[in-house]
């Protein structure tokens, strides 16, 4: 199989929220994807989130350029960044709860390792079926998925934003959730806060997806604001393709 031509869009807006909390790499060069949405509930969500970026990718490429497994190198450079805001949090008085979600796409070679803690999704879009990657670490969807309340009544349960794993959690003690998948050409992986997850559909990601990945991002936070969200919206489009546009 020859080697994507890989295009990106992103996009993030603060919406109705005072300040901004969530923030997204979106690295072409070394093919690393994220999204990290500092908690709103916890103190200094932008600061968590904030160092997530900034550790994830750079930890990824070192580990890849030492010959790790992907996998292997998605969970460890989480890790770090997980460890670090947890450090940051006893250093400051003021932030001792500091937290944040991340979701991070990495492309090496004939794979994509999606590796996730919190709730923001990953999506992949191929053909006309639209598959969520990842597993919410809500404890609504805990309860819904161990089958103690249905899914639609965890899309209104008190729970259903109230996270039990995310990074700078001092009690967390498992590892980021992977999610390895081999692409093919016309496929769109699309990773987002939840700002944005719970005001698009399914039939909306097939629809758009013939868009080129900057306008289709900005239309997908758009669209979220439009339809209500109250939160920080944000996604990273990648889009898998054989040939450049003419």
């Not at 997908?220 to 393709?241: I, K, M, P, Q, W």
Request: net charge negative.
């Amino acid at each position: 199989m020859g080697e994507f031509v890989i295009r990106v869009g992103s996009c993030t807006a603060q919406g109705r929220r005072s300040n901004n909390e969530d923030r997204f790499v979106a690295d072409i060069q070394r093919h690393v994807f994220l999204v990290a949405d500092g908690m709103g509930g916890q103190d200094r969500g932008e600061e968590a989130s904030g160092l997530a970026a900034a550790i994830i990718p750079p930890e990824v490429s070192h580990r890849l350029a030492a010959r790790e497994d992907v996998s292997l190198a998605v969970r460890g450079a989480i890790e770090k960044a997980h460890r670090a805001i947890v450090e940051a949090g006893l250093r400051i008085p003021t932030a001792k709860r500091m937290g944040t979600t991340a979701v991070l796409a990495v492309h090496s070679n004939d794979q994509v390792v999606v590796g996730s803690v919190g709730d923001s999704p990953a999506f992949l879009i191929r053909g006309n079926k639209v598959q969520k990657l990842t597993v919410d670490h809500t404890i609504a969807d805990a309860l819904a998925r161990n089958g103690t309340i249905t899914e639609d009544q965890a899309k209104s349960s008190p729970w259903r934003n109230v996270l039990y794993r995310f990074l700078g959690c001092a009690e967390m003690t498992d590892s980021a959730d992977v999610y390895p998948f081999r692409p093919q050409a016309g496929d769109r992986l699309v990773l987002a806060s939840d700002g944005l997850s719970g005001y698009v559909t399914s039939e909306d990601f097939i629809a758009g997806c013939c868009r080129h990945p900057q306008e289709w991002a900005n239309y997908l936070v758009h669209l979220a604001l439009e339809r209500g969200s109250n939160d920080n919206v944000t996604c990273v489009v990648v889009a898998f393709d054989t040939q450049r546009e003419p």
